[in-house]
């Protein structure tokens, strides 16, 4: 009963500290993997490599992450078995009170888990609570359906450049009463995401990226004949016709390309608009991109945050020159931005661009 007061008190502290955290104050000294339902260090840890992750918003490093090697994801995937074992056998009754339950842990934890999403990948905060809103609606759904699924374990390996809101999430499933072990995180590169589809317990592969990436795990998947479900990037269409309602056309095209920073794989990211309304159209497009406010996207005014990291901004900034020498006309944006607060000016801003007279054979 003391120990159950004091992981209480304990947790109660750690929420009611991230809800104050500013930018540009987090340093994360726990673990960040998760195994048999607690945070632990790789097993491995002496022996492989460390990745700095950053905060968007300033640059700063924020913790270092240890990446997972073959021994530690073994471990983990053999405790997501065992644990699956357990889950199996349950009712459907029982794991659809746990997943319910996780839900509302998701629901009532919303602005800690919005706010450390925002720390982490620089989206605004009022995107990532509505990220939070979606994760336990669909939660709150599949519990629904538990009576009709088994379920499964899941060993999941978040990107190096956000590895923070995984293990929160891992501990709010714990917390719920899924069995130890039925959802374990394993961080790291690459290499950790070798092991981990080539491990013969893994029964299948989702993986959320580039194509190139979702390619080589399909090739990887293939030897065990492991099925795979891919979400890759793409570029998707918004086609506007003249019959519009204008202001919703805007409304919509603008967060189909500019959510969360244009990172979203399925972002529409090629406007099509019929020839009678394009000038008109393109006008109010690019009067409102100019007034977007871009800054610290812990604040609440903000609506637009920073690119995830160095290497990705210089990579869209490498496309808008691209685009320029191959005949695009940037009508507005398309260079980097560096805001007034000083403690921003190591952040990863970029001014939302619009590209005009674009054809689909460019880069």
Not at 169 to 191: C, H, R, S, Y
């Amino acid at each position: 009963m003391l120990q159950g007061l004091l992981n209480l008190r304990a947790c109660l502290h750690r929420s009611a500290a991230i809800r104050t955290l500013s930018t540009g104050t987090l340093m994360i000294k726990e673990p960040l993997n998760y195994r048999e339902g607690e945070r632990v260090h790789p097993s491995d840890a002496a022996t492989t490599k460390k990745v700095r992750v950053h905060e968007s918003a300033t640059g700063r490093v924020i913790c270092d992450l240890i990446c997972s090697g073959q021994h530690e994801v073994d471990l983990a995937a053999r405790s997501a078995q065992t644990a699956f074992q357990t889950w199996s056998q349950m009712s459907g009754l029982e794991r659809g009170r746990i997943l319910l339950e996780a839900a509302r842990i998701i629901r009532d934890q919303k602005e800690e888990i919005a706010v450390m999403e925002t720390i982490n990948n620089g989206k605004p905060v009022y995107e990532a609570r509505a990220d939070v809103d979606t994760a336990w609606q669909c939660i709150e759904y599949y519990a629904g359906l538990a009576g009709t699924l088994s379920g499964n374990a899941m060993v999941f390996k978040p990107s190096p450049l956000t590895p923070v809101t995984a293990v929160m999430l891992a501990e709010i499933f714990t917390k719920a009463g899924i069995p130890k072990g039925l959802f374990n995180v394993v961080q790291g590169d690459a290499t950790t995401g070798e092991f981990l589809c080539n491990h013969p317990e893994v029964a299948k592969i989702s993986f959320t990226g580039s194509v190139p990436t979702g390619s080589k795990i399909m090739e990887m998947a293939s030897k065990g004949i492991k099925p795979v479900t891919l979400e890759l990037g793409g570029k998707s269409p918004v086609i506007i016709f003249s019959d519009c309602d204008m202001d919703n056309a805007v409304k919509g095209s603008l967060m189909a390309n500019f959510l969360s920073q244009g990172q979203v794989c399925n972002n529409g990211t090629r406007v099509f608009v019929q020839r009678e309304i394009h000038d008109r159209f393109l006008a109010e497009v690019v009067n409102r991109t100019k007034n977007i406010k871009i800054g610290d996207p812990l604040l609440e005014d903000t609506k637009m945050g920073a690119l995830i990291s160095q290497t990705h901004l210089d990579r869209v900034l490498g496309f808008v020159k691209q685009a320029k020498e191959q005949g695009a006309t940037v009508l507005c944006g398309g260079e980097k931005y560096v805001p007034e607060d000083l403690k921003l000016k190591n952040g990863y801003y970029m001014k939302p661009c619009i590209l005009a007279n674009c054809r689909d054979d460019m880069t």
